[in-house]
């Protein structure tokens, strides 16, 4: 574990995404015989070689994926027969599971999810996720949708165990990287949470936030794996999806070239008004500058009335001031990107030295912003009382 603060993020990240696309095809391959992480063609193949139809493949996909069954032997859509040959042959469901809960005084949850080698990730869920927090710009919600129990909940996802990233205001930096996890994992923390609170999908409208622990661009491509798995095996739309990114171009730019059907939002994480105060808070910018992100940001073809999300986290007398607003407010106005910006308070943990933000100077941000026509919101802060909040996710249970 990383426990020094100063110590330099590694700028070789574009080693790390090459490691990784490397280590992909072993990312890929689900570990031991899970059956979760296929998708529906990887299960039919893998029926066709038990010299079964392929059709099965499909019937696998949808028990697993849509209805939720964590054990073989519940799936009695297969003939017993079928059930047997599997589990002889070593397969397992392997969906990761969660193994700890903790409650906050405000509805949050945030879990620790196991996966197969035993590491756990973090996973929360706000079942008052704010639309300004989840870029959700869609139709508004009719009246039979807005009695619905889970209309606006938001699952906040992780996407590696630990990061490398060593933002200087986010306690998961200080767990370091420890390892990417498999699309299965990613797309697994979303069933189970979902499985936990009997959403249902096509009906509920639950966003899924990739914010969680890691830099989904460094995993890209099984991230992008669990994003498929979810929009095609169960069932979410890309569109209630944001992915959050510290600025990794080369992520951002195969990004921009994904199918709009399997694309979520994006948002970049800027946290500071200029180059020199973001080398400082996110080293991962001395190696790509702001004028970098915003070029490759600029590749991605927007949908209607869709926006580019700009992260920011206050921290106390360092980026709060007016000036820092009227500097981002000129920034984001130079891009000519349809923007709007997230202001998140910075939420404390052991550690880290920086200090809370006085409200007044918040909602001056938010005004500034205003004034300059960008569309500036406060995302709510939820679940801090068990570090659920935005850069307190570390793990409490060591695996
Ligand atoms: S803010 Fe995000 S990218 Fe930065 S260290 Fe934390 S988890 Fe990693």
């Given at each position: 574990m990383t426990e020094d603060l100063n110590q330099p993020v590694p700028l070789d990240a574009s080693d790390q995404a090459g490691e990784n696309q490397a280590s992909t095809k072993k990312n890929q391959e689900?570990?031991?015989?899970?059956?979760?992480?296929?998708d529906a063609k990887a299960l039919a193949a893998r029926m066709v070689e038990m010299g079964?139809?392929?059709w099965r493949g499909r019937q696998l996909a949808e028990a697993i994926?849509?209805?939720?069954?964590?054990?073989?032997?519940?799936?009695?859509?297969?003939a017993k027969s079928l059930r047997h040959k599997l589990t002889d042959e070593g397969w397992e469901v392997g969906r990761p599971e969660i193994v700890q809960t903790f409650q906050s005084e405000d509805g949050t949850e945030r879990y620790l999810i196991q996966g197969g080698d035993g590491l756990t990730v973090e996973t929360v869920w706000m079942p008052e996720g704010d639309d300004e927090e989840t870029g959700d710009e869609s139709e508004p919600e009719t009246t039979d949708e807005a009695t619905r129990r889970h209309q606006r909940a938001t699952l906040c996802v992780s996407?590696?165990?630990?990061?490398?990233?060593?933002?200087?205001?986010?306690?998961?930096?200080?767990?370091?990287f420890q390892r990417d996890l498999t699309a299965g994992e990613i797309a697994g923390q979303v069933v189970a949470v979902l499985d936990r609170h009997g959403v249902e999908v096509g009906r509920d409208r639950v966003n899924l936030v990739?914010?969680?622990?890691?830099?989904p661009f460094l995993n890209y491509d099984n991230f992008m794996a669990a994003v498929r798995l979810l929009v095609r095996e169960v069932g979410l739309s890309p569109q209630r999806m944001t992915v959050s990114t510290s600025g990794i171009v080369p992520g951002i730019e195969r990004f921009a070239q994904e199918l709009a059907e399997f694309r979520p939002r994006l948002a970049i994480s800027?946290?500071?008004?200029n180059d020199a105060l973001r080398d400082d808070l996110m080293p991962i910018n001395r190696k790509w500058p702001i004028a970098a992100v915003v070029d490759a940001v600029r590749r991605v073809q927007l949908r209607p009335h869709e926006r580019i999300t700009f992260e920011y986290v206050l921290l106390g007398g360092v980026t709060d001031r007016i000036e820092d607003a009227k500097q981002v407010a000129r920034l984001l106005r130079k891009t000519g990107l349809s923007v709007k910006v997230n202001l998140i308070t910075w939420n404390p943990g052991p550690g880290i030295g920086y200090s809370l933000p006085q409200p007044e100077a918040v909602e001056a941000f938010r005004q500034t912003l205003v004034d300059a026509e960008i569309p500036a919101y406060v995302r709510k802060s939820r679940g801090r009382d068990i570090y659920a909040a935005c850069g307190q996710l570390k793990r409490t249970v060591e695996g």
């Open positions: 689900t570990p031991g015989r899970a059956l979760f992480g296929l079964e139809p392929a994926y849509r209805h939720g069954f964590t054990k073989i032997s519940e799936i009695t859509t297969l996407s590696q165990v630990g990061c490398a990233m060593n933002c200087q205001f986010c306690l998961t930096a200080k767990l370091g990739f914010m969680g622990m890691g830099e800027l946290n500071a008004p």
